[in-house]
């Protein structure tokens, strides 16, 4: 039990409290109160320790009101020990404050807490202090650090054509786009089938080398993700390559070689300047940049730009004498005066290579047949009348057909049928009725007699045609 003053004195229930002078513990003698000043008071403290928390003793400290600190320690090892101490004989006052510490017996927990009380003379006042205890942390913890990246995205892709012969070549290309500043976007093309002329370019070409649909997949990539595409195109398996040119499969000569101006998909090969205006051309032969250029493109008339463009233009520069200012002529047009006069003439200047004397167009087919072809046999030129007429007519239409680009012109009768079949009656050729015309006869028997016959008109035209062939290809190709 605690003594206390003779005055009422409230000691709260706690683990321990504080005396200024001794500590009072219960005994067998009787309960007395000490003796206290007029002008002072005294203090029960009581001590709330953390659960689980063992202390050996406990510190405390009363400071306040210009007093010398009050300390002590409070010795609590003993089982059955309360935590609490009175402390008599401050002096009356307003906020002292009473600070207590504690350290557990294995070092690891320290324990600290305060309150504020007031002393009243003659009476006992009473202070509650809760310590916080604390232990050292025994967890840890991460931090985590992330990064955005912007995935790249395929902006464009193209192919084309999408279908070509198995050998063919398919134009592939791809753009894409990264938001993330200084990425190096890299770009990777595959296939079910058929290889890339390189696969790591952004544009670049397909080889179909394999009959069939094929896939393509374009995938771009920035090195953390990627965006990937596809597109189907087709390989298709054609005839090309027999040598017999067949038109329902999409042919144009047969067999495919650079002789033959015939590509590895049986497509001619057009020639600027064989005087046959072919795909991609607009005009054929080139008149050395007049009104058909070197490519075979045309030349749009200009007055003043050096060029006499017929026939729009007689001539140019304008020169206010001999070439008005809309570039026509203003002296009688002569040959060999620079200007072609389209009513008189077909070329300029005249004495070259491809201009005669007369300022006309010279034939090279017809120079090359005449040089190199046995006109005994070949060529329609010794025959007249309606055997001049037809023979022509046949060659014109070899020629335009280009169904003998190997020289031999039996195809153009023939067609598709079979030796056998054409004797049958069953020729189907691009020429037939020029074939017909030409024998005088619907008769394959007749036909077949007089063919290479110089003796006939037909002949005469088949002859001339294996000597293009032979000896004039690149001035008369087929």
């Known amino acids: 039990m605690i003594r206390t003053s003779t005055s009422k004195a409230v000691v709260l229930t706690a683990a321990l409290l504080f005396s200024s002078t001794a500590f009072i513990n219960c005994s067998s003698t009787k309960n007395t109160a000490p003796t206290v000043a007029a002008d002072v008071g005294t203090v029960g403290l009581a001590v709330k320790l953390s659960p689980g928390v063992d202390v050996d003793k406990v510190d405390y400290k009363i400071t306040g009101n210009g007093i010398t600190p009050v300390t002590g320690s409070i010795v609590v090892s003993d089982p059955g020990a309360s935590v609490s101490v009175l402390v008599n004989g401050l002096p009356a006052g307003l ?60 902006t464009s892709y193209t192919a084309a054509p999408l279908a070509v012969a198995v050998g063919g070549v398919i134009a592939v290309g ?85 002789a033959n101006l015939c590509d590895a998909n049986c497509k001619i090969i057009p020639v600027c300047g064989n005087s046959k205006l072919e ?21 749009a008339p200009v007055c003043g730009n050096g060029i006499v463009q017929p026939p729009t233009e007689q001539c140019d520069p304008p020169n206010g004498t001999t070439c008005s200012a809309t570039c026509q002529s203003q002296v009688p047009p002569r040959c060999g005066d620079g200007i072609v006069n389209q009513a008189s003439e077909e070329c300029e200047p005249p004495g070259t290579a491809t201009c005669d004397a007369s300022c006309k167009r010279i034939d090279l087919c017809a120079a090359c047949e005449a040089a190199q072809c046995d006109s005994t046999i070949a060529g329609c030129g010794p025959l007249t009348g309606t055997d001049k007429t037809v023979c022509l007519a046949l060659v014109a239409c070899i020629r335009a057909q280009h169904c003998a680009p190997t020289g031999d012109a039996q195809p153009c009768y023939c067609g598709t049928a079979s030796d056998i079949g054409c004797l049958s009656g069953q020729a189907n050729g691009k020429c037939k009725a020029e074939v017909e015309a030409a024998a005088k006869s619907t008769d394959p028997g007749i036909i077949a007699n007089e063919f290479v016959d110089p003796a006939f008109p037909i002949g005469r035209a088949t002859n001339l045609i294996g000597c293009d062939k032979d000896s004039c290809s690149m001035q008369c190709p087929l």
Not at 109 to 132: E, K, M, P
Not at 209 to 214: F, I, L, T, V, W
Not at 235 to 247: E, I, R, T
Not at 279 to 299: K, L, N, W, Y
């Open 95 to 154: 906020g002292y404050l009473v600070e207590l510490t504690a350290v557990s017996t294995d070092g690891k927990t320290t324990c600290g807490g305060s309150g504020t009380f007031d002393v009243v003379a003659n009476q006992t006042s009473s202070v509650t202090v809760a310590l916080q205890c604390k232990t050292p942390k025994t967890t840890g913890g991460v931090v985590v650090g992330g990064t955005f990246n912007n995935c790249p995205a395929l």
């Open 174 to 258: 791809a753009t894409a786009s990264d938001l993330d500043p200084m990425t190096t976007l890299t770009f990777a093309w595959t296939a079910t089938g058929g290889s890339f002329a390189s696969a790591t370019s952004a544009s670049t070409s397909y080889n179909c080398s394999a009959a069939g649909s094929q896939t393509l997949t374009i995938t771009v990539s920035d090195g953390n993700c990627t965006d990937a595409a596809t597109i189907p195109v087709t390989c298709v398996a054609l005839d090309c390559g027999n040598g017999m040119v067949q038109p329902d499969k999409g042919e144009e000569c047969d067999p495919p070689s650079a």
């Open 279 to 299: 795909t991609g051309e607009q005009c054929d032969p080139p008149d050395m940049g007049v009104s058909c250029s070197a490519t075979c493109q045309r030349i």
